[in-house]
């Protein structure tokens, strides 16, 4: 078959044609796997906390409990830890004895914190997920709903306790101090919450010890930002039979 000139542009013309509609094609296909793709990481990353709901703790209970003096001459740390649930209400005793509200007027905590900063998270890893511990609502806000335990440490005492607190410094909240000494005063408030977890412990007959780990993947695990350090971790739960 012989083409005239005519007829040889107009096959070029329809070639062009051809190519730009098949990229273009293309570029929605790919454009539409990219937005999928872009959705289900979405979905991925913020459903795992979707699918837990805040847990509202009770009232803590502020009247009774051992004698102060008591509490100290029986504080203790103890790696024997049962893997026994905590009820609700010790939980929430715990939790606001370690950094709860206790002036509510001002918002002031039962642990001092450096310049009233209030620097540091109370993340609770729970055998159902990690949440973190509000103190104005009082309850458990969901982060994961991972079993974290076992990043923590993969010691008997964290991997079985019901309760392992992950102590969090927040450092820009530290505004009044130079961000060099930003770490040390975080360390020092996570020593006065972790003392206060340890008298309640004493106080509810409950098993505690607060332990060093391997923060880089932990902190990976937690999705934590690069502001936020993690300084300690703590275990609770009832101590096995002697």
């Known amino acids: 078959m012989v083409f005239g000139r ?24 790919v454009g539409s796997l990219t937005v999928t793709a872009a959705l289900w990481w979405l979905n991925t990353a913020v459903g795992n906390a979707a699918e ?10 502020t009247e009774g409990g051992k004698p102060l003096m008591q509490a100290l001459k029986q504080r203790k740390t103890t790696r024997e830890i049962k893997a026994d649930k905590l009820p609700a209400q010790v939980l929430a005793n715990l939790l606001w004895a370690g950094f ?18 209030q620097e540091l998270d109370l993340y609770v890893a729970l055998p159902e997920g990690l949440f973190v511990y509000e103190a104005k609502p009082h309850q458990l806000k969901p982060v994961l709903d991972k079993d974290l335990r076992a990043k923590v440490s993969g010691q008997p005492f964290a991997t079985n306790a019901p309760v392992v607190l992950i102590y969090v410094a927040d450092l820009p909240r ?38 060093d780990l391997d923060r880089a993947p932990l902190a990976a695990a937690m999705k934590l930002g690069p502001e936020q350090e993690i300084i300690l971790a703590q275990a609770v739960g009832y101590p096995k039979d002697e």
Request: charged share 15%; hydrophobic share 40%.
């Open 6 to 29: 005519s007829s040889f542009r107009f096959y070029w013309l329809f070639q062009a044609l051809f190519w730009y509609y098949t990229l273009l094609m293309r570029t929605k296909l």
């Open 52 to 61: 837990l709901k805040p847990i509202p703790l009770p009232a803590a209970q």
């Open 100 to 117: 709860g509200i206790n002036r509510p007027g001002s918002g002031h905590r039962t642990a001092p914190s450096a310049m009233n900063s």
């Open 174 to 211: 530290l505004t009044k101090s130079r961000p060099e000494r930003r770490e040390f005063y975080a360390a020092i408030d996570t020593g006065c919450i972790s003392q206060n977890i340890y008298l309640c412990c004493a106080s509810e007959g409950l098993a505690t010890v607060v332990f």
